[in-house]
């Protein structure tokens, strides 16, 4: 596709089930990121990966949270046992490497947990 | 990654020119100054980014002071459409680290 591609576009989930996020970055693209934007609040920092490698997870607020991206291109978050202060908008972002480069955000996932 | 500060809030004529402005007095020298917009239920848009020029693209036009303590963005002829919440974000060249959002400036741009 042209874009970064995140599905489910929304997700309720009962609090304490394990749900999975899907992110299609755009082809050729070597960073991938992950955030957490709640309500009213800027997106914040998961984590970061480059081809398959994760090299930055330190913005995973638990050990509940996950991420994966074995081939290098699809990345899946992981979230388990969901809590209710895990209700929020998770994006996707995708970029080329370079000195200067633009990423690329996807709309996101709204998780709902109740 | 140098802080930068944005005022909350910002209301706009439709057609007239929105001037938003952002602090960044500890960036140093290597580092570029980008602006991405979220419009509601969209992810963060890239705009424009710099390090010491001005720069000018179709979308938006970015003055960098000459000491680069602070920049102005500029949508010459904003519209609803343009109704969004404005990241300014500093980030050193060819850094593979994230970008790092703070609150943003909520444009709302009026008829």
């Known amino acids: 596709g042209a874009g970064v591609s995140q599905s489910p576009r929304y997700k309720v989930a009962k609090r304490g089930q394990d749900v999975a996020l899907r992110c299609d970055p755009i082809s050729g693209h070597v960073s991938l990121f992950w955030y957490q934007q709640a309500l009213g609040q800027g997106p914040e920092f998961l984590t970061y990966?480059?081809?398959?490698?994760?090299?930055?997870k330190s913005g995973l607020p638990s050990d509940r949270f996950f991420a994966e991206r074995p081939e290098g291109s699809v990345s899946t978050l992981k979230i388990q046992r969901t809590q209710q202060e895990d209700s929020a908008v998770y994006l996707c972002?995708?970029?080329?490497?370079?000195?200067?480069?633009?990423?690329?955000f996807g709309q996101g996932t709204r998780l709902t947990v109740v | 990654d140098a802080k930068t500060t944005q005022p909350p809030s910002m209301d706009c004529a439709e057609g007239r020119a929105a001037n938003l402005p952002c602090n960044h007095s500890t960036i140093s020298g290597n580092e570029y100054v980008y602006w991405y917009r979220q419009i509601h239920s969209q992810g963060p848009q890239y705009i424009i980014h710099g390090l010491k020029n001005n720069e000018t693209n179709e979308m938006a036009s970015l003055i960098i002071t000459e000491d680069r303590k602070s920049s102005t963005l500029i949508l010459p002829h904003a519209t609803l459409r343009d109704t969004a919440v404005y990241y300014c974000i500093a980030l050193i060249s060819g850094s593979a680290r994230q970008l790092t959002f703070g609150s943003g400036t909520q444009l709302t741009v009026l008829p």
């Open positions: 990966f480059q081809n398959e490698a994760q090299l930055d």
């Open positions: 972002a995708s970029r080329v490497q370079g000195v200067v480069t633009e990423a690329f």
